[in-house]
Nanobody, 129 residues
């Protein structure tokens, strides 16, 4: 069965950095797009970054573009999210995900075509001085 196990996260001061990791198993990792979502208190979970199966293409939400970097190591079945210049508004629970599709250079979330989402367990990122 699909398993996504996250690590990283924690408390960081504004302007600081963190790296999140997500180790995948139970499917052929190198053939699936991967993504990261986040959910802040009182808000819906939203897509922030996605990467194609071969790692050549990435998409970012405007709110994190230029500060966050998604990457993957297909040999290690792991996807990463590097978070730089963190701000208080980045405080949220971050989730690793697979289930969407890559098409014409853009990531299409599973909910848009009736696909199945698979989620990591979530990891808290708190940005505070």
């Amino acid at each position: 069965q699909v398993q996504l196990v996250q690590s990283g996260g924690g408390l960081v001061q504004p302007g600081g950095s963190l790296r999140l990791s997500c180790a995948a198993s139970g499917f052929t990792f190198s053939t699936y797009a991967m993504s990261w979502y986040r959910q802040a208190p009182g808000q819906e979970r939203g897509l922030i970054a996605a990467i194609s199966a071969d790692g050549e293409d990435t998409n970012y939400a405007n709110s994190v573009k230029g500060r966050f970097t998604i990457s993957r190591d297909n040999a290690a079945n792991t996807v990463y999210l590097q978070l730089n210049n963190l701000q208080s508004e980045d405080t949220a629970v971050y989730y690793c995900n697979t289930g969407g599709l890559w098409h014409a250079g853009l990531y299409n979330e599973a909910k848009n075509f009736g696909g199945t989402d698979y989620w990591g367990q979530g990891t808290q990122v708190t940005v505070s001085s």
